[in-house]
């Protein structure tokens, strides 16, 4: 075991992901020297993480990274197709009423994305980007301040960096989430993904949400042969081992899927790898600790059904990169301020992340009904909704997108959609069926209520 000289920062960043990299590229452009720290800089391979946001390009192109999503044989993605039953319903992203011009997200292979992201923040002046795994946070004796990391490189060398500010950002399986907070992620059911080759999807340029038994299933296309499907498994995820998922994919997935797609979906589970990502729930915690600020999944996550994640994330890079800027904050040891600054921070991002965590954990109640009567009554409520068009969609599709920060709006739409699903319950019912009609108002309301109620209390209580 060898150690090698200390060296001191302004800023060190654990885990160059999206995150990292946008955060690296933002602070070092405003002159901070950043440390930038990554366990494996080879590109990596993950089945999630592959579709952008309108309100996501919004943030790159904010923070100067908008050429990332270039030249990696990505696809521009207009909106959503939502099939169930047969029936498809398109919710397209909105126009901006200024430029007449649509709105367009981008879907593209994960690990494409993040190397372009770590090419742009090695380049950036003022960013050392370095290959070693942190291995623990450094305090000053006799205090939770933190001083610094400890990191070693693939040959056991070991390195003591030094900096009053340290951002950790190393994703769902974080390993130092533990020291910032006693939260752990709420998981409810898993995806399985693989690729299936040179499939026309009924809706090109579209996400697809398949509202299927007993839970959703998500498609779209990452490049020009590859489209991406993410089956949600609820529970306890089948063996891999002995064939039981595979046999769960064939036997009750395959049947739910629309005939032009179910032959290359079968045809896949032939040849590629299953591989899975568990899904889950986290709400955020504010920022309290002297000397490090947790961010991106590591502090706050939804179910990535409405692909909310990379928006939420780069949207809390801009924000965080304003709050701490150079003006706000001369020098990151002035630790008091640097905490008013993050008090101001938790609350001003709920402005969008708000209605992006909660709407993403409603929606997935509501598609993964499971035949649960009241739940499917909003699910057919749901979908006859988005059938009006209009308003209807652009509402919902507009928060899903990142574009609208209004946690009200999505309230409102919610509620309408509980309504509309009352009411054409109730006029499937006629007035023979008005006593049960009488009952489900109450049963639906409730379901309702205690669908999205306890998400949007755990957003705003904190």
């Given at each position: 075991?060898?150690?090698?000289?200390?060296?001191?920062?302004?800023?060190?960043?654990?885990?160059?992901?999206?995150?990292?990299?946008?955060?690296?590229?933002?602070?070092?452009?405003?002159?901070?020297?950043?440390?930038?720290?990554?366990?494996?800089?080879?590109?990596?391979?993950?089945?999630?993480?592959?579709?952008?946001?309108?309100?996501?390009?919004?943030?790159?192109?904010?923070?100067?990274?908008?050429?990332?999503?270039?030249?990696i044989d990505g696809i521009p993605c207009h909106g959503?197709?939502?099939?169930?039953?047969?029936?498809?319903?398109?919710?397209?992203?909105?126009?901006?009423?200024?430029?007449?011009?649509?709105?367009?997200?981008?879907?593209?292979?994960?690990?494409?994305?993040?190397?372009?992201?770590?090419?742009?923040?090695?380049?950036?002046?003022?960013?050392?980007?370095?290959?070693?795994?942190?291995?623990?946070?450094?305090?000053?004796?006799?205090?939770?301040?933190?001083?610094?990391?400890?990191?070693?490189?693939?040959?056991?060398?070991?390195?003591?960096?030094?900096?009053?500010?340290?951002?950790?950002?190393?994703?769902?399986?974080?390993?130092?989430?533990?020291?910032?907070?006693?939260?752990?992620?709420?998981?409810?059911?898993?995806?399985?993904?693989?690729?299936?080759?040179?499939?026309?999807?009924?809706?090109?340029?579209?996400?697809?949400?398949?509202?299927?038994?007993?839970?959703?299933?998500?498609?779209?296309?990452?490049?020009?042969?590859?489209?991406?499907?993410?089956?949600?498994?609820?529970?306890?995820?089948?063996?891999?081992?002995?064939?039981?998922?595979?046999?769960?994919?064939?036997?009750?997935?395959?049947?739910?899927?629309?005939?032009?797609?179910?032959?290359k979906f079968i045809e896949a589970l032939q040849t590629?790898?299953?591989?899975?990502?568990?899904?889950?729930?986290?709400?955020?915690?504010?920022?309290?600790?002297?000397?490090?600020?947790?961010?991106?999944?590591?502090?706050?996550?939804?179910?990535?059904?409405?692909?909310?994640?990379?928006?939420?994330?780069?949207?809390?890079?801009?924000?965080?990169?304003?709050?701490l800027s150079p003006e706000n904050v001369s020098s990151?040891?002035?630790?008091?301020?640097?905490?008013?600054?993050?008090?101001?921070?938790?609350?001003?991002?709920?402005?969008?992340?708000?209605?992006?965590?909660?709407?993403?954990?409603?929606?997935?109640?509501?598609?993964?009904?499971?035949?649960?009567?009241?739940?499917?009554?909003?699910?057919?409520?749901?979908?006859?909704?988005?059938?009006?068009?209009?308003?209807?969609?652009?509402?919902?599709?507009?928060?899903?997108?990142?574009?609208?920060?209004?946690?009200?709006?999505?309230?409102?739409?919610?509620?309408?959609?509980?309504?509309?699903?009352?009411?054409?319950?109730?006029?499937?019912?006629?007035?023979?069926?008005?006593?049960?009609?009488?009952?489900?108002?109450?049963?639906?309301?409730?379901?309702?209520?205690?669908?999205?109620?306890?998400?949007?209390?755990?957003?705003?209580?904190?």
């Amino acid at each position: 075991m060898s150690t090698t000289p200390v060296e001191e920062f302004e800023l060190i960043i654990v885990g160059a992901g999206i995150v990292g990299c946008a955060a690296a590229k933002a602070f070092g452009s405003d002159g901070r020297k950043v440390l930038l720290l990554e366990r494996d800089l080879s590109e990596p391979d993950r089945i999630v993480g592959e579709l952008l946001q309108p309100g996501g390009i919004d943030s790159l192109k904010s923070l100067g990274l908008e050429d990332c999503v270039e030249g990696i044989d990505g696809i521009p993605c207009h909106g959503y197709g939502v099939i169930r039953n047969g029936e498809t319903v398109e919710i397209p992203y909105p126009i901006n009423p200024v430029t007449e011009v649509q709105a367009v997200g981008k879907s593209f292979h994960h690990g494409r994305f993040v190397q372009k992201l770590r090419k742009a923040a090695t380049l950036t002046e003022n960013v050392t980007v370095r290959e070693l795994t942190v291995n623990s946070l450094l305090r000053e004796d006799d205090s939770e301040k933190v001083i610094g990391v400890s990191a070693q490189s693939k040959t056991n060398e070991y390195f003591r960096f030094y900096a009053p500010l340290t951002i950790v950002c190393d994703g769902l399986f974080s390993k130092f989430r533990k020291e910032f907070t006693t939260k752990t992620p709420d998981v409810r059911s898993n995806f399985v993904g693989f690729i299936m080759k040179d499939l026309q999807l009924p809706l090109p340029n579209h996400g697809h949400v398949v509202l299927a038994q007993p839970s959703p299933i998500l498609m779209y296309q990452i490049s020009t042969t590859d489209t991406r499907v993410l089956v949600d498994v609820p529970g306890k995820l089948p063996s891999v081992s002995n064939g039981d998922l595979k046999s769960y994919l064939e036997e009750t997935v395959g049947p739910e899927l629309p005939d032009s797609i179910r032959p290359k979906f079968i045809e896949a589970l032939q040849t590629e790898r299953l591989r899975s990502m568990p899904n889950g729930f986290l709400p955020p915690s504010m920022n309290q600790a002297i000397g490090m600020i947790l961010v991106g999944d590591a502090m706050n996550m939804r179910h990535p059904l409405t692909g909310g994640g990379m928006t939420v994330a780069l949207n809390d890079v801009v924000l965080l990169r304003e709050f701490l800027s150079p003006e706000n904050v001369s020098s990151f040891t002035d630790y008091e301020t640097i905490q008013n600054q993050m008090k101001s921070f938790h609350w001003k991002r709920k402005n969008y992340c708000t209605a992006i965590n909660v709407l993403a954990m409603a929606l997935y109640r509501l598609f993964a009904a499971n035949h649960d009567a009241d739940l499917e009554v909003l699910q057919r409520g749901c979908f006859s909704y988005f059938q009006f068009g209009g308003e209807c969609v652009n509402g919902p599709v507009g928060l899903l997108s990142g574009l609208i920060q209004r946690p009200i709006v999505l309230i409102y739409h919610f509620f309408s959609v509980a309504f509309h699903a009352i009411y054409i319950e109730a006029k499937s019912n006629g007035w023979a069926g008005a006593h049960h009609s009488f009952i489900m108002f109450f049963t639906v309301l409730y379901t309702a209520c205690v669908t999205i109620l306890p998400y949007l209390w755990s957003e705003t209580k904190y």
